[in-house]
Structures are given as C-alpha cells and as structure tokens.
C-alpha cells in the first residue's frame, strides 16, 4: 500500500494546512483581493518536500484571477509560511496549489437533483 499516508506526512499536512489557512485569513499583503478562500485539504509528498494545496472558492466572483494571484506569489507564501514553520521543519517544503471542486460539484448535484421531475410509478 504505497499510497497510504504516514503519520509523519498527516502530521506535516495538517500543520501546513493550518498555517496556510492562517496567512490566507491574516492577508495583510492582499493576496487574495479581499476574497475568501478556503484551505480545503492538503497532501505532502513522502519526503515532505512537496506540499499539495486544495482551495475552494465557494464565495469568490473570479476563481479564476484570484487562483492566477496565488500562483503568482507563490513564492512569497512559501517566505511566510517558512517564517511560521521554519524552526519545526528542515525544509519549507515546494507548494502545488489545486482548485477543489469537489463542494462546488455537490453543490451542482443538489441544484440538479431539486430540479429532478420524476413522474409517480405507475401501479400495475
């Protein structure tokens, strides 16, 4: 089972996860053009060097610009989360950031399903 996840990278994800959530809620630098986005989950790689980061963007008019935002200052995440977690990890691990879709997804599903006309079985 080589795709199960250590104790070690379920501990490093949810570190990751908690202070990217704190510098995306904190966001003095305007990463985010004032919009919410939400940390969803995150998966670090076996040797921790590379963090995979999953956003939902429930709330935000232009997924697509603010997405385009992060990647842009991706670097300057990475500075800030090193300066939060720099003294409990050896190194900053790389950061892959990913549109979670799966809220979005039900949330389409459910539209789909309220708007279901399903016509009563017919008694034989």
Known sequence: MQD????????FSRLILKEISDI??????GILGGQ???VMDVKASPDLSVAKIYLSFM???DREQIFNMINERKSEIRNMLGQRIGKQVRKVPELIFYIDEVEENAARLEDILKNLHIPPAKEN
Do not use: A, G
């Open 4 to 11: 199960m996840e250590s104790q070690r990278q379920k501990k």
């Open 24 to 29: 995306f809620q904190v966001d003095k630098k």
């Open 36 to 38: 919410l986005v939400t």
């Open 59 to 61: 709330m935000v008019k």
